[in-house]
């Protein structure tokens, strides 16, 4: 069953402006991992972010995590052309279920 | 370079076949996995295995089998009871079964029956 669910599932910006995506989920996690797909192409990992963790970043992304929402949002700054791709988040959940929860994803296009 | 290869990248089938896809990691990784991807959806999981020898179902296993017999490799065979096997297949890979570091993708096998 999905847990995750990005918002907006598509989204369309020009190049130079933020970007920003949802990721809901619904159970306790351990941890909330997003991850970039270009299209036909494998997924790459792009931040982890662990529960007890309320924002981190890596260059231009930015990642927040809300617990008692049970809500996370990815950030890109100035965004360029070769930052179109789909945008999934994933959910570790706590307890002794080791997979991974994944969401549908939010589709970035960054128009030049 | 260390990674995870999948193949083929392209994969027709004939209804009724079986085919296999690979999928080979040369990380160390005790962990490996068989998504499935649809369009629109989310990635769904086929089977898992944490240790060598060792594999448990996922979300969607019917209609599909695997084997561990290597740390490094983890084929997936789509039998003929699949009943919908067009899809892209991603195969993933990571330190270990806990999940608590990220996960390392194939660059995934289209599979199409014709």
């Known amino acids: 069953s999905q847990q995750g669910e990005e918002d907006p599932q598509a989204l369309s910006i020009q190049e130079g402006e933020n970007a920003t995506m949802n990721c809901s989920y619904k159970t306790s996690i351990n941890n909330l991992q997003w991850y970039r797909q270009n299209s036909g192409r494998g997924l790459v990992h792009l931040i982890l972010i662990r529960s007890n963790e309320r924002e981190k970043h890596s260059g231009r992304l930015r990642v927040t995590l809300d617990t008692s929402k049970k809500s996370s949002s990815l950030l890109i700054t100035a965004s360029r052309a070769a930052d179109t791709a789909s945008y999934f988040c994933a959910t570790r959940n706590a307890g002794n279920n080791r997979k991974l929860i994944w969401g549908l994803g939010t589709s970035l296009a960054v128009n030049p | 370079d260390g990674g995870i290869t999948q193949s083929p990248k392209y994969l027709f089938r004939k209804e009724g076949q079986n085919v296999t896809l690979s999928c080979e990691q040369n990380?160390?990784?005790?962990?490996m996995y068989w998504y499935r991807q649809d369009p629109g959806q989310g990635l769904r999981l086929i089977y898992y295995?944490?240790?060598?020898?060792?594999?448990q179902k996922g979300d969607i296993a019917e209609g599909y089998s695997v084997s561990r017999e290597k740390k490094e490799s983890f084929p997936l065979t789509v039998t003929s009871a699949q009943k919908n096997p067009t899809a892209f297949y991603l195969c993933a890979s990571s330190i270990d079964g806990t999940l608590s570091t990220e996960a390392f993708f194939g660059q995934g096998t289209r599979l199409t029956v014709v």
């Open positions: 990380l160390n990784h005790d962990a």
């Open positions: 295995s944490q240790i060598v020898n060792d594999f």
